[in-house]
Structures are given as C-alpha cells and as structure tokens.
C-alpha cells in the first residue's frame, strides 16, 4: 500500500487530499499544526480503518518539523505532498505594507516546504514513487501577474517555485521528481466563496495529474489540469 504524507492536512485542500487518498487505500500521513483541534480530521481519520494517522507538525517551525521526521525514521514514503500555506495578510498593498506579516508568510509558505523536505527527503528515497509535489498558486507567476498587489503571497509562492526548482536539481541523482502544482481558485477558507472549483474537483484533477507525475516533470509548474504555467 503506498503512502503519502499531507502538510496542512485538518481542512481546505489538505483534508480533501487525505479524504480522497485513503479512499483510494493509500496510507495518509496527516500532519497538521494542532491534532488536538483537528476535530474533522480526527473523524475522517477514525472511520479510516487505519489508513489516516495524524501527526503534529507546524511547517513554520524546524524543531517541530524535525521531531515529526524523527517519528517516522526509516518508514518510506511514496508522495511528499507541501500542501499547508497561508495567504496574504492584511497590509498587502503598496502604502500599508505589514512586513512583519510578509515575513509570517515567506516563512510558512517558502521555508515551509524547504523544512519538510529536508527532514523527509530520506523517506521519500526509501519510497518507490520518489515524488515530492508542492502546491504553489498561479499568483506566483511572474509571467501571469497582470494585476499587481498581494506582495506577501505572490512573493512567497514565486520564491517556493525557485526552491523546488533547486530541489529537483539537487534530488535528481537519487530519482527524487519535484514538482509544483497550481490547484486552480478552489473555494476553502483561502479561497472563498467565489472560487471556481469545490475541493472535491480540484483535488480529483490533481490526483489523476499527481498520478502520471515523474522525472520527466522534475523542476515544472503545472496547472491542475495539467498544462505548464510560465514562471
Ligand atoms: N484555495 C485556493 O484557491 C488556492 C489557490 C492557489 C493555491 N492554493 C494553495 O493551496 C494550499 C492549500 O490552501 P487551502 O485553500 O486549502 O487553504 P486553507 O483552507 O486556508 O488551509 C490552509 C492549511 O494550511 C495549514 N497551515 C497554515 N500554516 C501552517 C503551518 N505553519 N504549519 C502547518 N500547517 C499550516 C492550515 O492549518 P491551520 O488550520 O492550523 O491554520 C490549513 O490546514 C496552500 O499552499 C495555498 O497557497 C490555494
């Protein structure tokens, strides 16, 4: 049975991913900053028969993410999935910039994914998919910025988008892929209500894209529907 481990697993996107891989019989590694509080995810766990186990891990802090690779020393893992993020605070525009906030973000959402795979990157080569995949956001294309503003999310995701390009040049020689994806505007609590896809669609797609993934695709920026974003 393979495994994979989900960042941000207790709601949005996260917990769709958990839901649907562990219907699909995979085993799910469920970090997530506080158990104790992830009332649906301790539910969707206890009706997992076992498939689920949820574990601790805040991605912002590296004694957290290293005490979380230290309890699963030696056991593989197939998909490395950086799913957990946080958006743009308020004082993201020019003239009310909070930099202490944008600080918060690079910290969560680029260094985030560095810490995981540096502490993990030993499971992932035990695992047979050797597939780390992390969810980034169009608004990190340089490219596709027609509108402007959002300087801490849109800096922080542009920046990730550099560190796994950098990680699938580093983790080639083991046959470690990298790859980042763009879920599309889902409606989460990030999202909001006017995105376009429910979670349930959004993560059906990536799934069957997350699927097909290997090292032809280390270091590219898909959509989820499989096509390349520019960077
Ligand atoms: N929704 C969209 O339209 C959209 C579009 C493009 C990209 N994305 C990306 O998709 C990913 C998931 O977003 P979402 O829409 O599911 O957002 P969400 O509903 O706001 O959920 C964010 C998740 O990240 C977790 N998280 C935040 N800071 C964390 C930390 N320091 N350590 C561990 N977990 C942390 C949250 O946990 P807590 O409950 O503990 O805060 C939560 O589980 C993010 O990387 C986001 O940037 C989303």
Same mark, same amino acid.
């Given at each position: 049975m393979p495994t994979i481990l989900v960042t941000g697993a207790n709601r949005g996107l996260g917990?769709?991913?958990?839901?649907?891989?562990?219907?699909?019989?995979?085993?799910?590694?469920?970090?997530?900053r506080?158990?104790?509080?992830?009332?649906?995810?301790?539910?969707?766990?206890? /009706?997992?028969? /076992?498939?689920?186990?949820?574990i601790a891990m805040n991605v912002a802090d590296t004694a957290s993410v290293q005490a979380a690779a230290a309890s699963l020393a030696g056991e593989p893992i197939d998909i490395l999935l950086n799913n957990a993020g946080v958006g743009s605070p308020a004082g993201k525009t020019l003239g009310s910039l909070d930099y202490a906030a944008w600080l918060k973000v690079l910290d969560v959402n680029t260094l985030g994914p560095a810490r995981?795979?540096?502490?993990?990157?030993?499971?992932?080569a035990r695992g047979e998919r050797k597939l780390i995949v992390t969810i980034t956001?169009?608004?990190?294309s340089i490219d596709d910025n027609?509108?402007?503003?959002?300087? @801490?999310?849109?800096?922080?995701?542009?920046?990730?988008?550099m560190v796994v390009k950098s990680l699938s040049i580093d983790l080639a020689s083991r046959g470690i892929a990298c790859v980042l994806l763009h879920p599309g505007w889902v409606r989460t609590d990030m999202g909001g209500s006017s995105g376009k896809l429910t979670p349930a669609e959004s993560i059906g797609e990536l799934?069957?894209?997350?699927?097909?993934? /290997? @090292?032809?695709?280390?270091?590219?920026?898909?959509n989820y529907d499989g096509k390349e974003i520019p960077w």
């Open positions: 917990l769709e991913f958990t839901r649907q891989y562990a219907a699909d019989g995979w085993m799910v590694i469920a970090a997530c506080d158990p104790q509080a992830a009332g649906d995810l301790q539910a969707l766990a206890a /009706g997992s028969a /076992g498939r689920i186990r949820v995981v795979v540096e502490a993990l990157v030993e499971n992932v956001s169009r608004m990190g027609a509108s402007g503003g959002s300087y @801490p999310y849109r800096s922080s995701k542009a920046a990730v988008n799934r069957k894209l997350i699927a097909g993934l /290997g @090292p032809k695709d280390s270091g590219k920026f898909y």
